[in-house]
């Protein structure tokens, strides 16, 4: 009897489970089919977030991120939560007009970290005025097949929708009440997903949430709708914090130049003092182009030319962030990093800069700007003026015609042409001038292939026949790829810069002339190019198999490490002497203002930069993403990972000391910038010397 009572009260018990087990299904299966507008317009969203992952980071840890994942999620349920407040038959609209702006983040900020290798910001809109001038090289160079896929989530809503109407689907009455209460249930389930989330931050999370400088690691960890609404609030916080925030911007600025090294001399102190002096911006001028050669050929003879006859600088590294050639030049001029927000020559145009022009014109120096370019672009007509440049020659002051524009303007080889006209006159007129040539052929889309010249970048090699007779052949190797268009485009620059040179040498320009010449940026080329250009066989006209003895290994560290540009310090009568040299030391942009100031007689004491002699071995670079390069080692913030330069194990104490350090350069100068403090110091400096 009592075995009957154990067998029924088991029987019992699993019917209990099984009844528990049929509800739910019936549960999950009543709110699917209630809610399946809801559920595709969530889906939709997060599936395109992650997709956006996949085609930035790659790998797996990056775009299946549980964090990431749960942030878009709880972004999409909590925006989906309101559309219950609508009638079933309007609900639609508003999940279609959701979902095709949640998609066109995901589909901007495709494009944009196809160029930019970073995440796109509103502080950008007003940017947009310079699309027209390089819209080519935007459709070109960036737009691809990938960043169309966004548009399915939209897509797929109104098929579904379309479904659901044919099924009378928006028929049945939803009572006001009945609607608030899904609304609220809703929000509910959002809210207890984002107490799962918040339990999951880290310390590390909550700063680099705030500071938003590494837009990388916020979207791998809080997902980019979070981004980009932090990225609103981040992009109208300098104008609240240039209201509140002045005190402690100032505060740290202070506290940061009281503990920095103060100037120090050495050997090459005024060795340049009342020389005129050239700088050449050289436009997407790559160093890794100067070692190779295609068919015997050199890729760039006089940039070869010059890095053997003067000072070498082959370890150093442009600066950039979206205002790309901007960036450069405010970091070159001023020592300075680009702003975290927007660009400074664009959004801070107004600001007060000690830069390289300004300290030369109190030398007694003219100082001069030439760029065949609209004046505009960029905001150059204003910022150079601010920077210190008496006169800036643009697109106006030079003859372009149809026949000499290539790329997106006037020629380098016109450019140059009609310069050195222009500076024949300046000299005639100034005992001293300081001016710069900025290039343009070399511009991306690199795709103005007929105008370079011939310059094959293939394999060609002579072959005996088995009946004696000799035969040339090809192998395409580069020929037909982004990459090899580039070396055909910075080909055809560097002819400009050697007839530029010889035109200048024949005027007797180079008798008492510092040539100072800086690659702005890399070229921003395919990593895969890359891998086939070290990993090429042309037997097979494919790539070497990963197994191959032969085969170089080229992943990210190696692609950031190869965008390396040069800088190059010249003149005429300095080969052969104990100036002409490579200096190998880890050098960046911002190091550029205190070594030349040294050389040339100047220095501003508020610059973040370090004369690289005087810190060789010892030299940090920041980039505006937070990532960091010493001789030593090359550190990935977004990872948090690193790459010995030197196979030597790097303490853990190291990392975390030049990270802060970073961190702390990185505030100060956007500080210096958006709170314009140098001004502010400028003022404070003529009230006490009046009192």
Not at 120 to 133: K, W
Not at 267 to 279: C, E, H, P, Q, S
Not at 451 to 463: H, Q, S, W
């Amino acid at each position: 009897m009592k075995k009957i009572k154990n067998i029924m009260e088991k029987s019992k018990t699993k019917i209990k489970k099984t009844v528990k087990r049929i509800r739910k299904e019936h549960l999950v299966k009543e709110y699917i089919k209630n809610n399946i507008l809801f559920l595709t317009f969530v889906i939709t969203c997060v599936l395109n977030s992650t997709i956006l992952r996949f085609f930035c980071m790659h790998t797996l840890e990056n775009y299946l991120s549980l964090k990431a994942i749960l942030a878009d999620l709880i972004v999409v349920i909590i925006i989906g939560a309101f559309g219950y407040l609508i009638k079933p038959k309007n609900r639609f609209v508003y999940y279609l007009v959701f979902d095709i702006f949640l998609s066109a983040i995901c589909m901007i900020n495709s494009v944009y970290y196809t160029f930019y290798t970073s995440f796109a910001s509103v502080s950008m809109l007003s940017l947009t005025q310079y699309i027209g001038d390089v819209g080519d090289a935007v459709v070109e160079n960036v737009l691809q097949l990938k960043d169309l896929i966004y548009i399915l989530g939209p897509l797929i809503l109104i098929f579904v929708h379309h479904k659901l109407k044919v099924r009378n689907y928006y028929k049945k009455v939803e009572i006001k009440s009945e609607r608030k209460k899904r609304t609220i249930k809703t929000l509910s389930f959002a809210a207890g997903l984002i107490a799962i989330f918040l339990v999951t931050m880290t310390s590390l999370d909550v700063t680099r949430f705030i500071k938003q400088w590494n837009k990388e690691y916020i979207v791998m960890r809080f997902g980019i709708y979070v981004y980009q609404a932090n990225d609103v609030v981040t992009s109208i916080q300098p104008k609240i914090n240039s209201m509140f925030g002045y005190d402690k911007a100032n505060k740290e600025f202070q506290d940061y130049f009281k503990e920095k090294e103060q100037v120090k001399t050495n050997k090459y102190t005024n060795i340049f003092a009342g020389k005129n002096v050239l700088v050449i911006h050289g436009e997407s001028m790559q160093t890794n182009a100067m070692e190779l050669k295609f068919n015997g050929q050199e890729v760039t003879p006089t940039l070869n030319k010059l890095a053997s006859e003067g000072m070498f600088f082959s370890n150093f590294y442009s600066q950039v962030s979206v205002g790309t050639s901007s960036d450069t030049e405010l970091t070159f001029n001023t020592s300075l990093m680009p702003t975290k927000s927007g660009t400074a020559f664009v959004s801070y145009a107004d600001r007060n800069y000690i830069a390289i022009p300004k300290l030369m014109q109190e030398k007694g120096y003219y100082t001069f700007s030439m760029h065949a370019n609209n004046a505009d672009f960029w905001n150059r007509r204003t910022m150079h003026e601010n920077l210190g440049y008496k006169r800036f020659y643009s697109k106006q002051d030079y003859e372009v015609t149809p026949e000499n524009i290539v790329g997106l303007g006037l020629s380098d080889k016109e450019f140059f042409h009609q310069s050195v006209q222009k500076l024949e006159k300046i000299n005639e007129k100034n005992q001293n001038w300081y001016g710069i040539m900025i290039m343009l052929s070399n511009h991306t889309p690199f795709s103005d292939v007929e105008k370079y010249g011939e310059f094959p970048v293939d394999i060609k090699e002579t072959i005996t026949n088995s009946d004696g007779t000799t035969e040339e052949i090809s192998h395409p190797y580069m020929e037909g790829t982004k990459l090899g268009n580039y070396f055909k485009s910075i080909h055809y620059a560097d002819q400009a810069l050697g007839q530029l040179l010889t035109e200048m040498d024949e005027k007797g320009l180079l008798e008492n002339t510092v040539v100072v010449l800086y690659g702005d940026h890399d070229g921003r080329l395919p990593k895969s190019d890359y891998n086939k250009l070290y990993n090429y066989d042309k037997t097979t006209d494919s790539l070497l198999d990963k197994e191959d003895p032969n085969y170089k290994e080229y992943d990210s560290y190696q692609y950031e490490l190869g965008r390396k540009v040069p800088f190059i310090i010249w003149t005429k009568d300095m080969k052969d002497t104990d100036l002409n040299q490579e200096i190998t030391n880890v050098m960046g942009m911002y190091d550029a203002m205190p070594t030349l100031g040294n050389m040339l007689g100047f220095y501003n004491e508020y610059q973040l930069g370090h004369d690289i002699f005087n810190v060789k071995g010892n030299n940090i670079v920041v980039f505006p993403n937070g990532n960091w390069v010493t001789d030593k080692v090359y550190y990935n913030s977004q990872k948090g990972e690193y790459l010995s330069l030197t196979n030597e194990a790097i303490s853990e104490e190291e990392i975390k000391k030049n990270s802060n350090y970073a961190n702390t350069l990185l505030d100060v100068s956007n500080d210096i910038i958006v709170f314009d403090l140098l001004a502010k110091k400028e003022e404070n400096k003529v009230i006490t010397e009046a009192k």
